[in-house]
């Protein structure tokens, strides 16, 4: 059975870091691209990052651009994001998805940026 439990989100002050994690299950994780996905309060669903599967090519929505870095540890089946420079409106539950595996999405880490 695919899963994804993503973990590590909290209360941040604006300026703050925090570090995500998603421990993925039930599929071969090193052959799979991975993404972070967010939904804020009253919002859709957006993309934040992308890594392909060997980890070695990444992308990021405009927002993210800079302040926000996607990795893997294929070892560990594990995703992460780190997160700086963290602001108000980054305020959401963060989701890590496998695009190509069929399976329901996890239930998120939230992450409130706040002071």
């Known amino acids: 059975q695919v899963q994804f439990v993503e973990s590590g989100g909290g209360l941040v002050q604006p300026g703050g870091s925090v570090r995500l994690s998603c421990a993925a299950s039930?599929?071969?994780?090193?052959?799979?691209?991975m993404r972070w996905y967010r939904q804020g309060p009253g919002k859709e669903r957006e993309l934040v990052a992308v890594?392909?599967?060997?980890?070695?090519?990444?992308s990021y929505a405009d927002f993210a651009e800079g302040r926000f870095t996607i990795s893997r540890d294929n070892a560990k089946k594990t995703v992460y994001l780190q997160m700086n420079s963290l602001k108000p409106e980054d305020t959401a539950v963060y989701y890590c998805?496998?695009?190509?595996?069929?399976?329901?999405w996890g239930q998120g880490t939230q992450v409130t940026v706040s002071s």
């Open positions: 998805k496998a695009p190509n595996v069929v399976g329901d």
């Open positions: 039930g599929f071969t994780f090193s052959s799979f691209g």
């Open positions: 890594i392909t599967s060997a980890g070695d090519k990444t």
